[in-house]
């Protein structure tokens, strides 16, 4: 077990991430992969992760017992560029992800 703390002004809160069950949502994250990367039929690589991560990111939100969400081609404000994904958590904006194709670059 993985302990966390973060302090928020004068409030602090500790919790306990269950490293089994994260392990777990990253092997199905890898299985599922696997799956749509073999042959005989491949799409577009980067394609092929997004469902698998949007997946993942919900197990992961589940684990750590928050409101993850993984919004599809999100546009930076006044900036230029849109990743693939920004993620909500609770509601609130925690960063960005761009999907890169497996050997592929950042």
Known sequence: MWQG???????????????KAIFEALQ?????????MTPPFRGEHEDQ?????????Q????????NLVSKGETHLPGRLGKPDYG??????????VELKAPGAGA
């Not at 703390?5 to 490293?19: C, L, Q, V």
């Not at 199905?28 to 749509?36: E, G, H, L, M, R």
């Not at 992760?49 to 990111?57: G, K, V, W, Y």
Request: no cysteine.
């Open 59 to 66: 197990d992961v939100g589940h684990v750590l017992s928050v």
């Open 87 to 96: 993620i909500l958590v609770s509601g609130l904006l925690a960063g960005y």
């Open 49 to 57: 992760l997004r469902a698998p991560f949007e997946t993942f990111m």
């Open 5 to 19: 703390t973060h302090t928020t002004g004068t409030s602090k809160w500790m919790r306990m991430i269950d490293n």
């Open 28 to 36: 199905k994250f890898a299985i599922s992969i696997t799956q749509k």
